[in-house]
């Protein structure tokens, strides 16, 4: 795991090299009035990059599709886009046969699998890679870089230049690896034997959704991902009780240059609320572009939740409960 999180950015530099197999020839880009993503897990959260990154600058929607149901929408001017790590993802393949009968517009991202399988019988156009078999978590520089380069490719996009940003990215988190592990090993220290809450911008979802994620899946703890402006709505009003329950707790955000003014001044008052009540950290992100700080902040919490494995005392590479979940699946 130690090597899969240090080479992460690496692994941006490989994805993006590797998008020179995309080939966009047979997509009519002015045709396309939708983009449908789907992905689970490891595959999930790097469509979730690409939206929060693209949906400033995108003129046609963007749905990310987590389950087994296709929206009604989905129809022939639909781009639908299946991302596997390992390619066998239930809901993945169960989304795709039925966008098959919905869309010419095709594309898939996988190590392989029946996703690759299915790709190569019906000429569906693919970006493949190679992983670490069982952990897909590790993966989401693939399907992030892969969507948003195809899009670039697409010019659906114009307005953002997808290539100079995920370069810059790269060579951010290169700068700052050091730095980076040496704040997360302390960052993890504070939160050892704690319950977090994991808050953020809105445009910064995916970075919560991964912290939590990550803090499941590496560490083996649970912990609660919420975002500005909605918890503002409800969530606020429920730093009462149990109370023995928040004296064990911890609120983290995430501070952006790139958060909303007003998200900026819900923090601050929010900080004043929640401080009567437990703990505030905050984890501060680096950067020039919404983009680079937010894979930043990809980076930072990953290595989080392996120094928080390392005080919980677990091994953060195995995922016990997801392996007998899809063995008794499979029966």
């Known amino acids: ?46 469509t979730h ?36 790590y390992s390619g066998n993802t239930e809901e993945t393949l169960t989304v795709l046969e039925l966008a098959k009968k919905q869309t010419n517009y095709l594309f898939s991202i996988t190590t392989g699998g029946r996703l690759k399988e299915i790709s190569d019988k019906n000429t569906i156009p693919q970006y493949n890679f190679s992983g670490k078999d069982e952990c897909p978590r590790a993966g ?6 892969a969507v948003l380069m195809l899009i670039e490719k697409l010019g659906l996009c114009p307005e953002i230049k997808v290539e100079e940003e995920l370069t810059n990215s790269i060579n951010l988190l290169k700068e700052h690896q050091n ?4 704040e997360a090993e302390s960052f993890a220290k504070n939160i050892h034997g704690f319950y977090t809450l994991l808050y953020a911008d809105q445009k910064f979802y995916p970075a919560v959704l991964r912290f939590q994620q990550q803090l499941a899946e590496n560490s083996k703890q649970l912990s609660h991902a919420h975002v500005f402006p ?28 790139f958060d909303h003014a007003q998200n900026q001044k819900r923090m601050d008052i929010s900080k004043t609320i929640i401080s009567n009540k437990a703990e505030i950290m905050e984890l501060k992100g680096k950067g020039n572009s919404f983009t680079q700080q937010l894979y930043y902040f990809i980076h930072l919490i990953d290595w989080i939740s392996f120094y928080l494995a390392k005080e919980n005392q677990v091994d953060p590479f195995p995922v016990e409960n997801i392996d007998f979940l899809k063995s008794k699946l499979a029966e």
């Open 49 to 84: 990059l690409v939206k929060s990154i693209l949906e400033d600058y995108c003129h046609i929607p963007i749905t990310l599709i987590q389950g087994y149901n296709l929206p009604l929408w989905v129809n022939e001017n639909t781009l639908f886009i299946a991302c596997s």
């Open 230 to 257: 909605e918890l503002n709505h409800n969530e606020i009003v429920g730093w009462k009780f149990p109370e023995e329950h928040i004296k064990r707790s911890k609120a983290i955000l995430l501070r952006s240059d």
């Open 179 to 182: 730095n980076i592990q040496i």
């Open 1 to 46: 795991m130690i090597n899969l999180i240090k080479t992460f950015p690496d692994q941006l530099k490989v994805a993006l090299e590797l998008t020179n197999q995309i080939n966009v020839t047979g997509f009519s880009k002015g045709q396309i009035q939708h983009i449908a993503i789907s992905g689970m897990g490891g595959s999930g959260i790097g």
């Open 140 to 145: 989401l520089a693939f399907p992030s870089v």
